[in-house]
């Protein structure tokens, strides 16, 4: 079945080091995208992809990065320059981002905490 | 700018009781809709999505939820909650910025069920 799968599931990070969060897809869709959930704050866009080679900062993109080199990854960093990384990261892909009734297949989460 | 409001961070029903979530958007153009629901620890599943067919938009797990373009409302309802329906629920809208549409969240509504 197609879908996307995110590990690791649970993270624990040092203070100081960088961790990346995998992001995988086989739905064949061109758009990926990275959010970030707090209690109560809903979810907040860090990155998205619209193709592979691309990607645009969302609205909290400070210390994190992306890469898309194949359009089925789309894995995430956080870096030491994130000074609150604990919360749950959520991965999405949507089929177009030129689309707009398709709505997104999200991941199953990673949740990550500082220790 | 364009929003998404939710009308309760929480909302409480019995089981067996009508379940009302609220969600109004600010668009100036008709747009796409959807509701998407969360369990805890696993990402977003979607619910319904409203596309410009029919106004009643009928979803998974017995849920529905009626556009009305007059009151820019899409309110998600169930006849009858089941103790399974504890989650937390999110309101997202379709809207274009340039040549692309991105999803507008709502901050969420954790609804839950009281025996």
């Known amino acids: 079945d197609g879908g996307i799968t995110q590990s690791p599931k649970y993270l624990f990070r040092k203070e100081g080091q960088n961790v990346t969060l995998s992001c995988e897809q086989n739905l064949n869709h061109d758009a990926m995208y990275w959010y970030r959930q707090d209690p109560g704050q809903g979810l907040r866009l860090i990155y998205y992809s619209q193709i592979v080679n691309d990607f645009q900062k969302g609205d909290i993109a400070e210390g994190y990065s992306v890469s898309r080199e194949k359009k089925e990854s789309f894995p995430l960093t956080v870096t030491s320059a994130q000074k609150n990384p604990t919360a749950f990261y959520l991965c999405?892909?949507?089929?177009?981002?030129?689309?707009?009734?398709?709505?997104?297949?999200f991941g199953s989460g990673t949740r990550l905490t500082v220790v | 700018a364009q929003s998404v409001t939710q009308l309760g961070s929480h909302v409480s029903v019995s089981e067996g009781a009508l379940v009302l979530l609220r969600c109004n958007y600010s668009?100036?153009?008709?747009?796409?809709l959807f509701w998407y629901v969360q369990y805890p620890n696993q990402g977003l599943q979607l619910l319904l999505k409203y596309t410009s067919a029919a106004t009643l938009v009928k979803g998974i797990n017995g849920f529905e939820a009626e556009f009305k373009k007059s009151e820019t409302s899409f309110h998600l309802t169930k006849p009858s909650a089941h103790m399974s329906d504890a989650a937390e629920y999110f309101c997202?809208?379709?809207?274009?910025?340039?040549?692309?549409?991105?999803?507008?969240w709502g901050a969420g509504t954790k609804l839950i069920i009281k025996p």
């Open positions: 999405a892909s949507g089929k177009d981002r030129a689309q707009s009734n398709y709505g997104y297949t």
């Open positions: 668009s100036s153009v008709p747009p796409y």
């Open positions: 997202a809208v379709s809207l274009r910025q340039d040549s692309n549409y991105q999803l507008i």
